[in-house]
């Protein structure tokens, strides 16, 4: 069973210590996105790698529409692998969408993830009543009609625009082919259970000390969005990163890793 979980996400396991690290990436990427970070933890921790469902080199067989029509699948698949790895006390730390799929997994199993690191969280995409999400409900729809229509496109056209940073046009160009090399279908039912999440009444549930990473110049995820997330969580610390787009693990990796380890390891 839990060789066959570890097959399914793509888990891999690096560096040793007695705390693990798990890191989840963000829509449209792989476990790759995090390596400048991750690597920089396998002296002292055990890192923890995988693919969600439908991305990299995940079993693409276990994709199941029904399962992946919430963030709750993701969330469960996270609770398999910490099972299978016999997780205690770990520390996940999400990027993006994966920083809301760690909270729901974190509020599940509050000890197997007793600490999350959320890098440009988003509880809700879309703008609400007193809420600025960043996005209009028209704009959403638009984004994912064009996505459905023409995913090469879309892809060419969002990544840098996500990514930022326009002066290291490479990196625009890295998130690109991770946008192009997913599976279209799942790419597409992704997005929309990504972009219409709405995980606001969550956040409270969060008993996890969670330390918030936000961005500069984030076109996804806005500073009031990090904020609005900050003042909703009991236990949280809140860092506006020196780094711009929405992908500070490829634009500003030395940055997001000090900012772990300050929160991980306070008096160091």
């Avoid at 209009?136 to 090469?152: A, K, R, V, W, Y």
Wanted: with cysteine.
């Amino acid at each position: 069973m839990g060789e066959r979980i570890l097959a399914r996400n793509n888990v891999s396991l690096h560096g040793s210590g007695k705390r693990s690290l798990v890191f989840a990436h963000g829509f449209g990427c792989d476990k790759n996105m995090w390596r400048d970070v991750a690597t920089q933890f396998e002296d002292d921790y055990r890192v923890v790698l995988f693919d969600h469902v439908g991305a990299g080199r995940s079993d693409l067989s276990a994709y199941d529409p029904a399962k992946y029509s919430s963030l709750d699948g993701y969330a469960q698949d996270l609770v398999e692998i910490g099972e299978a790895l016999e997780l205690r006390d770990a520390v996940v730390i999400g990027h993006s969408v994966s920083a809301m799929i760690g909270a729901l997994a974190s509020i599940a199993r509050p000890d197997m993830f007793s600490e999350i690191v959320m890098v440009g969280p988003s509880p809700r995409y879309i703008d609400d009543d007193g809420y600025v999400g960043g996005f209009s409900g028209t704009q959403i729809e638009e984004l994912l009609t064009f996505l459905e229509e023409n995913h090469l496109g879309w892809s060419a056209a969002m990544a840098p625009q996500i990514m930022g940073n326009e002066d290291r046009p490479e990196l625009g160009e890295r998130l690109t082919s991770s946008f192009c090399s997913t599976d279209p279908d799942i790419a597409r039912q992704f997005a929309r259970v990504t972009f219409y999440s709405d995980n606001r009444g969550d956040l409270p549930k969060i008993k996890a000390r969670t330390l918030v990473l936000q961005c500069q110049r984030d076109i996804i995820a806005p500073e009031s969005v990090g904020e609005y997330v900050h003042a909703n969580l009991g236990d949280s610390e809140y860092k506006l990163l020196d780094a711009t787009g929405h992908c500070p693990n490829l634009s500003a990796p030395g940055e997001v890793t000090k900012a772990i380890r300050d929160f991980l390891e306070p008096s160091s």
